[in-house]
């Protein structure tokens, strides 16, 4: 489930918030644009594991349909099947899940 807009922001403003306070992050622009860039990045992220995650519902049920060798299509997981095509497309776009 994605998180709401307005989950996204105050998860961006508490990161920031505490990169600051830990010396970690110094800013040299305001709060918001940070804020708003984090938030941005974080939306982006979503979004993209999302798509992989549409592209291995669609591929699983392919693979499903379509057997494996040696398999009966009843003994197939399609949720097993998408974990595993999910996992191999994130490697693929080197994306971390």
């Not at 591929?59 to 595993?84: N, T, Y």
Request: hydrophobic residues 40%; aromatic residues 4%; glycine residues 4%.
């Amino acid at each position: 489930m994605r998180p709401s807009p307005g989950q996204v922001e105050r998860v961006a403003e508490s990161l920031v918030r505490r990169l600051v306070q830990a010396d970690v992050l110094t800013l040299t622009t305001s709060d918001e644009k940070v804020r708003a860039r984090f938030a941005d990045i974080l939306n982006r992220n979503f979004q993209e594991e999302a798509d992989i995650e549409r592209e291995a519902e669609a591929e699983a049920a392919k693979l499903v349909r379509q057997g494996a060798p040696g398999v009966r299509r009843e003994d197939l997981d399609l949720r097993r099947v998408e974990q595993l095509v999910k996992q191999r497309l994130a490697q693929a776009r080197k994306f971390p899940l």
